[in-house]
T-cell receptor, first 112, second 114 residues
Framework: DQQVKQNSPSLSVQEGRISILNCDYTNSMFDYFLWYKKYPAEGPTFLIS?????DKNEDGRFTVFLNKSAKHLSLHIVPSQPGDSAVYFCAATYFGNEKLTFGTGTRLTIIP | EAGVAQSPRYKIIEKRQSVAFWCNPI?????LYWYQQILGQGPKLLIQFQNNGVVDDSQLPKDRFSAERLKGVDSTLKIQPAKLEDSAVYLC????????????FGEGSWLTVV
């Protein structure tokens, strides 16, 4: 049962344009969502998170949007840079759980 | 601040052999996790410790996998005997309690079973 889904295995975006990565979830108990970035041969690195009490969180070039009614979140990267090329994982958890459930990842390639 | 340390980084073993991975979490982090990431999939939690107690090991294949966290600091994950399907990256992670559930990962230990 895949509770967190990333339906696009890969995405290519021109440098300088906006990258939009999508994530859907099915478990209504989830109330905290995170995005991790992973380079080859490295562990995932925390990027940005959002609590269910918000619908948007911004950190520099990265913005995460949460639509609770649709059980959908997205990560926007603008402008996209070559160093953003990586695999991005969406993860979710809920208060008191401390266990992350991950999606399958989206490989983002930024084209110079 | 030092990150999560893991060793060895890479290991190749034959099926039915045993292997052990070591992890040292970020100083002060009470919660330690072992995740398994198979190629093309997201990380899957194997076991979660809080201090030296097990919080969740529901997805740990206990017939072949074991983990311990003596003294509530570093941890060891062991696989014995290994199967071909155990080929994966084993990620150790740690977090502080009530820090917004942000979990910090090590670089991973890459296991190939042949």
């Amino acid at each position: 049962d895949q509770q967190v889904k990333q339906n696009s295995p890969s995405l290519s975006v021109q440098e300088g344009r906006i990258s939009i990565l999508n994530c859907d979830y099915t478990n209504s108990m989830f109330d905290y969502f995170l995005w991790y970035k992973k380079y080859p041969a490295e562990g995932p690195t925390f990027l940005i998170s959002i609590s269910s009490i918000k619908d948007k969180n911004e950190d520099g070039r990265f913005t995460v949007f949460l639509n609770k009614s649709a059980k959908h979140l997205s990560l926007h990267i603008v402008p996209s840079q070559p160093g953003d090329s990586a695999v991005y994982f969406c993860a979710a958890t809920y208060f008191g759980n401390e266990k992350l459930t991950f999606g399958t990842g989206t490989r983002l390639t930024i084209i110079p | 601040e030092a990150g999560v340390a893991q060793s060895p980084r890479y290991k190749i073993i034959e099926k039915r052999q045993s292997v052990a991975f070591w992890c040292n979490p970020i100083s002060g982090h009470a919660t330690l996790y072992w995740y398994q990431q198979i190629l093309g999939q997201g990380p899957k939690l194997l076991i979660q410790f809080q201090n030296n107690g097990v919080v969740d090991d529901s997805q740990l294949p206990k017939d072949r996998f074991s983990a311990e966290r003596l003294k509530g600091v570093d941890s060891t994950l062991k696989i014995q005997p290994a199967k071909l399907e155990d080929s994966a990256v084993y990620l150790c992670a740690s977090s502080q309690i009530r820090q917004g559930n942000t979990i910090y990962f090590g670089e991973g230990s890459w296991l190939t079973v042949v």
